[in-house]
T-cell receptor
Framework: DAGVTQSPTHLIKTRGQQVTLRCSPK?????VSWYQQALGQGPQFIFQ???????QRGNFPDRFSGHQFPNYSSELNVNALLLGDSALYLC?????????????FGAGSRLTVL | AQKVTQAQTEISVVEKEDVTLDCVYE???????LFWYKQPPSGELVFLIR??????QNEISGRYSWNFQKSTSSFNFTITASQVVDSAVYFC???????????FGPGTRLSVLP
């Protein structure tokens, strides 16, 4: 049973460019959340998608946008990259139900902005 | 606003020692969930335990145990007879009853030396 898969694993961009990160959730999961983890810090919530809609958003600017597809996979887009966007981007999936379900995380996409 | 504090940035122990990782949280919710995740060098966060705010029973799973005390807003994690494979960064996290936004602490880096 495949867990959460993310691509690419590593990428390097320059300031001002745009990037798209991809995530396939664990089989059976319908909800995808994205987190940004700067070096030496805990993950920070970006947003969550369920039924192809953004359900909640953390304190991130509009340069961060996302999408969820009918097969539950998801993309994270970041426009006008800044040096401070360099981080590990983690995708987590879960099954929507009452209460707080366990998040299953992928290994992340490490973005370096030069 | 929700907040998680892990005051210990780094801990080093020698193999077979016991070690306790502290977690203190802040929330105004009456229903909430607490989690512990382990992040090995590979980067993927691994789920360890979930506890809801109405269940204050301590839990033991093998060498791992958790002490939840609502009176002090703490959810501490103890590893008994530590092993080198326990070396990782450990995160405590808090979320509300809907589980849409996980708030992570800054993490504690545990190094178990042989």
């Amino acid at each position: 049973d495949a867990g959460v898969t993310q691509s690419p694993t590593h990428l390097i961009k320059t300031r001002g460019q745009q990037v798209t990160l991809r995530c396939s959730p664990k089989s059976g999961h319908d909800t995808v959340s994205w987190y940004q983890q700067a070096l030496g810090q805990g993950p920070q919530f970006i947003f969550q998608y369920y039924e192809e809609e953004e359900r909640q958003r953390g304190n991130f600017p509009d340069r961060f946008s996302g999408h969820q597809f009918p097969n539950y996979s998801s993309e994270l887009n970041v426009n006008a990259l800044l040096l401070g966007d360099s981080a590990l981007y983690l995708c987590a999936s879960s099954l929507r139900s009452s209460g707080a379900n366990v998040l299953t995380f992928g290994a992340g996409s490490r973005l370096t902005v030069l | 606003a929700q907040k998680v504090t892990q005051a210990q940035t780094e801990i080093s122990v020698v193999e077979k020692e016991d070690v306790t990782l502290d977690c203190v949280y802040e929330t105004r919710d009456t229903t909430y969930y607490l989690f512990w995740y382990k992040q090995p060098p590979s980067g993927e966060l691994v789920f360890l335990i979930r506890r809801n705010s109405f269940d204050e029973q301590n839990e033991i799973s093998g060498r791992y145990s958790w002490n939840f005390q609502k009176s002090t807003s703490s959810f501490n994690f103890t590893i008994t007879a530590s092993q080198v494979v326990d070396s990782a960064v450990y995160f405590c996290a808090l979320t509300d009853n809907y589980g849409q936004n996980f708030v992570f602490g800054p993490g504690t880096r545990l190094s178990v030396l042989p």
